[in-house]
């Protein structure tokens, strides 16, 4: 083929026909041009296929890490909530000096008041990217916004709400061991998911019951406890999961731009 083109512009130029060889060499530089520009789009559409799927890769991971920490917030609204209702019946039984209420459940009531429950959200696909200095693989800026101000939110409140949180769950336990033995919470893990709690079993353990519901500062400590459930379960259900499910939409808008 070269040789071909070469030797028309040798017959061109022999037969002194200046104005066709100018004619054909332009027209050989535009082809020519034409091949780059052609090889250029099939490159950078090679490129843009392998960056859209190293970003259709990294989206599905993040979606997967969503769901999943959405999943788990949902269990956690679910548990502060009964937590709150809990508490609640503790202190009904506390105000009103019921001191006959059933061992398993004053036991129940009173140490699963007692525990924390603290979300934690958990994407370590995104944590990759930003300190691989990746973050351009995501072409989304309002995604990125999002997923940044979430995490950048949950690591500042998380921090005040573990320390607040822990610092009355522990006050509230501290008091509560005066009266029962520590070793019940154990007992129930042990043997309350399988509803197994026995009341004989209970008894060989130290329960001083009235001394607890006689104690002026046992309703101050379960009073301080519901409000850290109720204030957990509100932020867990009108802020954290919210801001979850409009992530998750945004990420499903960008996968089905990149299928398209």
Known sequence: MIKFFRKIRHTMINENKVSKYMLYAIGEIVLVVIGILIALQINNWNEQRKDNKQEFYILKQLQKEFK???????????????????????????????YSISKDSLAKYAFFNGRLVLFDGYTPTFDEIVSSGNLNIIKSEKLKSMIKNYKNS???????????????????????????????????????????????????????????????????????????DRELSWRYSQRDMQRIQKILQELQLELDKISD
Do not use: C
């Open 154 to 228: 949950n690591m500042g409140s998380q921090s005040f709400m573990y320390n607040e949180s822990q610092k009355l769950k522990e006050a509230y336990n501290k008091h509560l061991y005066n009266y029962f033995e520590p070793e019940i919470m154990t007992y129930l893990w042990e043997n309350g998911s399988k509803g197994i709690i026995d009341i004989d079993s209970l008894n060989n353990y130290k329960m001083d019951v009235k001394g607890f519901f006689d104690d002026t500062k046992t309703l101050y400590h379960i009073n301080t406890t519901i409000g850290v």
């Open 68 to 98: 999943a920490d959405s999943s788990q917030i949902s269990n956690y609204i679910r548990l502060t909530k009964i937590k709150t209702k809990e508490g609640k019946k503790l202190r009904k039984a506390v105000k009103n000096k019921r």
